[in-house]
């Protein structure tokens, strides 16, 4: 690893307020497949066996964190929230607030088709993160990170469980009642590449029912669809 890079991966630490023992973990958290395989990097090179790693880790961090947190909630609710929680698109989120895309190693060709503000590519890289901090700090520190970073989405989805499910709930809403089609659309968006904020407006046709604000595209619609259903009398 040469000194400028070393140098960056020092910088990230503290953004993570993480110190790491083997550095090298953390670089290959932060290297994406298209970067090894432009440079005829070995397997191990790359983050996706950390990946691999990390969802299991982060599952079983969640999972008992809401385990004993939420004592009076069943099962099912309790999966609910986990899946809310660790989906792609809330990880995305983390990545961005951590400023994980602008440390990360990624091929010219996922560069040139904006690969560094991937949900999917984003979401991998914080688990591999999450693998890199297990393997390196261990369980309790793993788990540190991921609750300080995760714990207000938890609280967000644990108190609107359904919160997920309302642009499903409006489009079988409008497949119901109503011969209307369902548009989304950007207003605004506004902040850093790494922290932006997005408005979506949803369109029953080319009416406005619902506006929405989020950390991320998905995020706002979700939202947006919400206040849908309340203007319709639904929610």
């Known amino acids: 690893m040469d000194k400028i890079r070393k140098k960056q991966l020092k910088q990230l630490e503290g953004i993570i307020d993480v110190d790491f023992d083997n550095i090298g973990l953390l670089d290959i958290a932060l290297t994406h497949s298209s970067y090894a395989n432009q440079y005829n990097l070995g397997y191990n090179s790359h983050n ?20 004993k947190k939420f004592k009076n909630k069943h099962e099912g609710k309790l999966t609910r929230i986990r899946a809310a929680v ?17 440390f990360l190693r990624i091929g010219k060709g996922e560069e040139l088709t904006g ?3 991937k949900d999917s590519l984003l979401a991998d890289c914080c688990e591999a993160l ?15 990170f991921v609750i300080r970073n995760l714990e207000e989405k938890i609280e967000l989805y644990s108190n609107d469980i359904n919160y997920n499910d309302y642009k499903s709930k409006l489009q079988e809403y409008i497949q119901r009642d109503m011969n209307k089609k369902i548009i989304y659309k950007v207003a605004n968006e506004y902040g850093p590449d790494h ?15 619902g506006k929405g604000i989020g950390k991320s595209k998905k995020e706002a619609e979700q939202n947006a669809a919400k206040e849908a259903l309340r203007t319709l009398g639904v929610e």
């Open 48 to 67: 996706e066996r950390l990946e691999f790693l990390g969802d299991s880790v982060l599952s079983l961090i969640v999972s008992e964190y809401l385990f």
């Open 115 to 117: 690969g560094r503000e």
């Open 130 to 144: 999450i693998a890199a901090i297990y393997l390196d700090r261990g369980y309790d520190r793993a788990k540190k």
């Open 86 to 102: 660790v989906c792609e698109a809330s990880l995305a989120d983390v990545a961005r607030k951590l400023r994980l895309n602008e």
């Open 195 to 209: 922290n932006k904020t997005f408005e979506i407006n949803v369109y029953l046709d080319d009416v406005l029912y």
